[in-house]
């Protein structure tokens, strides 16, 4: 089975701070912390509200009203070296804040609370919260590229690592999926079994964050998918499915905020494109091919076309790699579409001051000297003074560029960017 090595696990393993993880659901929160913590104690709030609480020195788990376990948290934080994990804590009543801000003074041990809401953050860290100053935050997302890429490369083939690891980046997904296919063959395959999981894990997502999953939010979220991403086009198609009153384009903008906020959709900048600062789309590449899926054959009313599903997941593609050639930069993801039709441009990578520092084309197969000439056109009329061309084929002989990428020297990268990223501390 795949496994992905995280740098999260290593920035967790080695904390002795008080924190508070939290992240969309699925992400591997608590994968991160039942493995990459030596936890004493592990207690998972309930929906009912109940505690399902485990000791490693004294297995198995327990099943505790709160104010039991609140105790026992209590005596384990009072041994020196001890990591008790609450988890689901925005399942657990503030009328407990209090006790453990109070615990928080005197405590010798490490408390980790980890949260699936995205609001948790916002309500420990208010300033009327008992919990203020305790904890510092680390977001979970999803998997890095740097990390699926090279995890997935210890095991298939460099080509096959960069197509995979879009996907790979939702943990949840993995076990039910065979590597030794394509991704949009698999994805074609499954898509009856993972569409309603997908459903299912949005829909949670929502009820996680105290909201209601209401049709226009999923109508945004599937117009995401199917590749729409400028709010005004957005506002005329919802106003035309009556589900805003007026085609207003900051009503679908607040909505797409919402989004992304909680952790399911991602804005781009926008760099030389006209009439828009925004890019909008899916932050997970599965959850936006398997609503593409679901949308585009009206409900898997009959089998989505493999070759449909390889065009949507070379965009998606295009974007990941973008978000690897920021990082190994340092600098910011954006992206161009040109004025009347020309095009875009895949990446590009801007500095602190937002100024151009890389054009790159990214193509699924091979690039050609045509490829890196019209690349380097836009890039001069554009002012953008570096161009690279990346080709998930092979590396590309082309001596118009500044840079050249293949699968092995996308791998590399990536293996760069994690051990750098293993180095951070939590928070």
């Known amino acids: 089975m795949v496994k992905i090595n995280r740098w ?6 080695n904390t002795r701070s008080w924190l508070l993880v939290y992240g969309r659901r699925k992400v591997g929160k608590t994968w991160l ?12 709030v309930t929906r009912s509200g109940k505690c399902v609480t485990e000791d490693r020195r004294k297995p198995p788990w327990s099943l505790q009203e709160p104010e039991e376990c609140i105790r026992r948290l209590s005596q384990e934080l009072a041994r020196g070296g001890a990591i008790v994990v609450l988890d689901e804590f925005q399942r657990l009543p503030e009328e ?27 309500r420990v860290f208010d300033k009327r919260s008992p919990l203020l100053g305790l904890f510092a935050a680390f977001h979970v997302k999803l998997v ?23 996907i790979a980046r939702d943990p949840w997904a993995i076990p039910h999926l065979n590597f030794k296919e394509p991704p949009w063959i698999e994805l074609t395959r499954k898509a009856r079994s993972l569409v309603p999981a997908a459903q299912g894990l949005i829909g949670e997502v929502f009820l996680e964050e105290e909201r209601k999953l209401t049709r226009l939010y999923e109508a945004t979220l599937r117009l995401l998918a199917l590749g729409e991403w ?52 899916h932050a997970s590449p599965l959850l936006s091919l398997l609503l593409y899926m679901d949308e585009s054959t009206a409900g898997l009313e009959y089998t989505p076309r493999p070759e449909a599903v390889k065009t949507r997941f070379s965009i998606e593609l295009q974007f990941a790699i973008g978000e690897l050639l920021a990082e190994h930069h340092g600098y910011v993801q954006a992206y161009t579409i040109l004025p009347g039709g020309e095009g875009d441009v895949d990446v590009v990578l801007l500095d602190e001051k937002g100024l151009p520092r890389w054009a790159y084309e990214v193509k699924m197969g091979e690039a050609t000297s045509k490829d890196a000439e019209r690349l380097s056109s836009i890039a001069r009329k554009l002012g953008i003074p570096r161009v690279g061309i990346v080709s998930l084929l092979e590396k590309p002989s082309l001596e118009t560029v500044d840079e050249t990428l293949g699968p092995s020297e996308l791998v590399r990268v990536a293996r760069n960017i994690k051990k750098r990223r293993e180095k951070r501390p939590p928070g």
């Open 8 to 13: 999260e696990c290593n920035a967790l393993e």
């Open 144 to 166: 890095s590229m740097s990390d699926a890429v090279s995890s997935l490369a210890e095991k298939l083939s460099p080509r096959d690592a960069l197509l995979w690891a879009p």
């Open 96 to 122: 407990y804040w209090d006790i453990i801000a109070l615990l928080g003074r005197e405590a010798k041990g490490t408390l980790i609370l980890c949260g699936s809401s995205m609001g948790i953050v916002n």
């Open 230 to 281: 400028n709010a005004a086009a957005m506002a005329q198609r919802l106003y035309s499915s009556r589900l805003i009153s007026a085609p207003h384009p900051g009503v679908v903008t607040g909505v797409l905020d919402v989004l992304a906020k909680m952790g399911l959709a991602a804005p781009i900048r926008l760099w030389k494109t006209r009439r828009a600062k925004v890019y909008y789309r």
């Open 33 to 44: 912390l039942r493995h990459c913590t030596l936890w004493s104690l592990y207690i998972t």
